[in-house]
């Protein structure tokens, strides 16, 4: 940021900011997102000491108990993208009230959270420049410029990331190829269900194969979902670690010889394709087939489409007479299947008799067992962006954090209850601004209510609740527990029982 362009933001922070701005204030227009309903929200909504719990994972700097890392919070980066696109990286804070003031000073457009690294990120400058001095590399040389130091010693001083939750971005843009209801950023409750699977497919996976517990969902705010995984094991992941927990959760590829779109299916399916295909396939008969979803067996153009990648053509051409008999998606899907299932069955006995007299099984044997799979997963699938999840230094926005563009929050959602996650009843920034205006008017008489946290007497009130169900109060209990068992050991090293 330009030093003008930093004395021009506070000068008008300092004009207009004050510790309690009114509901009033911040309607001064009629939109879902407006600097005064921004100052609105980081001055009255905006749950500071929830997220400050979660992100500390019980490392309270003002806790002087052993064991506890003081300075954990501290290493944490934040970046904010505040007016006119203006990035700002390596923001850190000692704790809650620091943060706190920092956002309320800022007023970033859009917060991000990124790893804990080895000191605080707002010295970083300072942490490159001393190693460079001892090291005796590049500027004035240090004092021990003429002695060679071990490798150790630049890992202990260098400013590098050292732990992050294990991350997952889902973006609607990504399913645009099968999507005939709308493109880029726009979404629209036909496609939302591919969210909806991709948590129930991500979320199975990461509990029942990897054993996390600890599991965030949040909205993006506009049109995709961001998983946060916060168990220990997960956030100490090395970036080969967390590249293989993504590949896992990814489709095999294929190659330009495969006929259907994920060719890179191999028969027996691998376990965890099997459950995914059982969670996806009553959503792709429900929401993608006919003309409530996709359309992809709404019309003769789409299941023409559909049946070239068919790997047996005369099959094909049966069902295409079929599909006009019938009347409806599920029925055509129906009849697609069991004839498939048929084909397979025929197909694998008349191999079976090949191989007994001593030949060999064709290459295509298992094509049309598999074939009813690809087809589920080129549309259900969970499209994850690898990128964002193999880097320890990712950066992920915030929960929380308001998208500029639709005035929405972006709230966590309960993976137990995501079929009913509808995110154009999100509450935007407006919305919030009139239910704190409505709810002091009932309570006009009632001083405790009026009393309570601004964000209690709003629907955030069930969305922090569920960021400390899912994550906070479960991480404070362990944190709890393993000080207990830290205690008992060191009791019992030196015998105090």
């Given at each position: 940021?330009?030093?003008?362009?930093?004395?021009?933001?506070?000068?008008?922070?300092?004009?207009?900011?004050?510790?309690?701005?009114?509901?009033?204030?911040?309607?001064?227009?009629?939109?879902?997102?407006?600097?005064?309903?921004?100052?609105?929200?980081?001055?009255?909504?905006?749950?500071?000491?929830?997220?400050f719990k979660w992100l500390s994972y019980g490392n309270d700097p003002d806790n002087d108990a052993a064991h506890i890392v003081r300075d954990y919070f501290a290493c944490r980066e934040f970046s904010f993208t505040i007016n006119d696109d203006i990035y700002i990286r390596y923001q850190?804070?000692?704790?809650?009230?620091?943060?706190?003031?920092?956002?309320?000073?800022?007023?970033?457009?859009?917060?991000d959270i990124g790893a804990v690294f080895t000191l605080p990120p707002k010295d970083h400058h300072t942490v490159k420049a001393e190693v460079r001095e001892e090291l005796g590399v590049g500027g004035?040389?240090?004092?021990?410029?003429?002695?060679?130091?071990?490798?150790?010693?630049?890992?202990?001083?260098?400013?590098?990331?050292?732990?992050?939750?294990?991350?997952?971005?889902?973006?609607m843009t990504d399913y645009d190829d099968i999507r005939s209801c709308c493109t880029g950023a726009k979404i629209c409750p036909k496609c939302w269900v591919f969210m909806t699977m991709a948590v129930k497919v991500v979320d199975t996976a990461l509990r029942e194969d990897f054993g996390f517990r600890y599991i965030l969902w949040v909205y993006s705010g506009r049109r995709g979902v961001h998983c946060w995984v916060c168990d220990p094991n997960a956030r100490a992941l090395s970036n080969d670690g967390r590249s293989a927990v993504v590949e896992y959760l990814s489709l095999p590829r294929g190659n330009e010889k495969s006929k259907g779109k994920n060719g890179g299916l191999s028969w027996p399916l691998h376990p965890s394709f099997t459950r995914a295909f059982d969670i996806l396939e009553p959503m792709f008969e429900s929401g993608v087939l006919g003309e409530a979803g996709q359309g992809v067996l709404d019309s003769e153009n789409s299941w023409d489409t559909l049946l070239d990648t068919l790997p047996d053509e005369d099959l094909a051409n049966r069902l295409r007479r079929e599909m006009r008999r019938l009347t409806n998606a599920q029925d055509r899907w129906l009849e697609i299947k069991s004839q498939v299932r048929a084909a397979s069955s025929a197909h694998a006995s008349g191999n079976a008799r090949r191989q007994?007299?001593?030949?060999?099984?064709?290459?295509?044997?298992?094509?049309?067992?598999?074939?009813?799979?690809?087809?589920?997963?080129?549309?259900?699938?969970?499209?994850?962006?690898?990128?964002?999840?193999?880097?320890?230094?990712?950066?992920?926005?915030?929960?929380?954090?308001?998208?500029?563009?639709?005035?929405?929050?972006?709230?966590?959602?309960?993976?137990?209850?995501?079929?009913?996650?509808?995110?154009?009843?999100?509450?935007?920034?407006?919305?919030?601004?009139?239910?704190?205006?409505?709810?002091?008017?009932?309570?006009?008489?009632?001083?405790?209510?009026?009393?309570?946290?601004?964000?209690?007497?709003?629907?955030?009130?069930?969305?922090?609740?569920?960021?400390?169900?899912?994550?906070?109060?479960?991480?404070?209990?362990?944190?709890?527990?393993?000080?207990?068992?830290?205690r008992e050991k060191e009791a019992a090293m030196i015998g105090d029982f």
């Open positions: 940021m330009t030093a003008a362009a930093e004395n021009k933001e506070n000068m008008e922070i300092a004009s207009s900011n004050t510790n309690k701005v009114s509901v009033a204030a911040a309607a001064i227009n009629d939109q879902e997102f407006s600097p005064e309903l921004l100052r609105f929200f980081y001055n009255r909504l905006f749950p500071y000491q929830p997220m850190s804070f000692r704790d809650a009230s620091e943060m706190e003031s920092a956002i309320q000073k800022k007023q970033p457009h859009k917060i004035k040389a240090g004092r021990h410029s003429d002695h060679i130091f071990p490798f150790a010693f630049l890992l202990r001083q260098a400013f590098k990331p050292v732990e992050r939750e294990l991350i997952f971005d889902i973006d007994s007299r001593g030949g060999r099984a064709g290459n295509g044997l298992f094509a049309l067992d598999l074939w009813k799979y690809e087809v589920v997963f080129q549309y259900c699938y969970p499209r994850l962006d690898v990128n964002v999840s193999k880097g320890t230094n990712h950066l992920l926005k915030s929960p929380f954090a308001v998208h500029p563009k639709t005035g929405r929050v972006c709230v966590p959602i309960d993976p137990e209850d995501v079929d009913n996650f509808d995110p154009f009843r999100v509450p935007t920034l407006k919305a919030l601004a009139a239910q704190i205006d409505a709810f002091d008017a009932q309570n006009a008489q009632n001083a405790s209510a009026k009393a309570l946290p601004d964000y209690k007497k709003t629907e955030l009130k069930s969305a922090v609740e569920l960021l400390e169900r899912c994550v906070v109060d479960p991480v404070a209990l362990a944190t709890k527990r393993r000080l207990k068992l830290e």
